[in-house]
């Protein structure tokens, strides 16, 4: 596989992650199949062959799961945020491809990426929206009502957990 200047610098971040010579995680932004996904991926199964605790997520997928526990099976909701809350290395793949609600944005994601933040565990945001973006994305519901300071409050942990690093090239799935 060939990889672009950008792909490059994103494969040398997580050789660092993966050696431990930083538990600084990474919010990577690009464009559809630059190969964000891949080498995430790639990291957290080597993280697992290694015995560490890795959760890897699909955000829209993990949500859509969750508000399907809501009327029957809420102890599953705990059981799934304290997984995620606790993984030693999280990565929340393709955030601000879900649907915005104030359960979703406040009572999950909030509540995961503030304890996280609390412990110092890594955290590896994938994402086709840079920060300006995923803030406007999260300031609004699905019903357009905006909440721009919890939506403040959110990016301040996710810009905390992750340096931000842009990948750019050709869609690798094509």
């Keep these: 596989m060939n990889y672009t200047a950008d792909q490059e610098q994103l494969y040398l971040k997580l050789a660092a992650i993966y050696t431990k010579k930083t538990n600084k995680g990474l919010y990577?932004?690009?464009d559809l199949g630059v190969g964000k996904t891949y080498l995430c991926a790639a990291l957290a199964n080597s993280l697992v062959k290694n015995g560490e605790k890795v959760a890897f997520v699909?955000?829209?997928?993990?949500?859509?799961?969750?508000?399907?526990?809501?009327?029957?099976r809420n102890e599953?909701?705990?059981?799934?945020?304290?997984?995620?809350?606790?993984?030693?290395?999280?990565f929340l793949d393709d955030i601000g491809a879900e649907s915005v609600s104030e359960f979703v944005r406040d009572?999950?994601?909030?509540?995961?990426?503030?304890?996280?933040?609390?412990?110092?565990?890594?955290?590896?945001?994938?994402?086709?929206?840079?920060?300006?973006?995923?803030?406007?994305?999260?300031?609004?519901?699905?019903?357009?009502?905006?909440?721009?300071?919890?939506?403040?409050?959110?990016?301040?942990?996710?810009?905390?957990?992750?340096?931000?690093?842009?990948?750019?090239?050709?869609?690798m799935r094509r």
Excluded: P
Aim: cysteine-free; hydrophobic content about 40%.
């Design 76 to 90: 599953l909701i705990d059981e799934n945020i304290n997984r995620l809350q606790k993984a030693t290395y999280l």
């Design 28 to 30: 990577i932004v690009g």
């Design 107 to 171: 009572d999950i994601l909030f509540r995961i990426l503030d304890y996280r933040l609390e412990n110092k565990l890594t955290t590896i945001f994938t994402s086709n929206l840079n920060k300006e973006d995923l803030l406007k994305h999260y300031t609004y519901d699905r019903k357009d009502n905006a909440n721009l300071m919890n939506a403040k409050r959110l990016m301040e942990r996710i810009d905390i957990l992750g340096e931000d690093l842009t990948v750019l090239g050709k869609n």
């Design 58 to 72: 699909k955000v829209s997928n993990f949500f859509n799961e969750i508000k399907s526990y809501i009327s029957t």
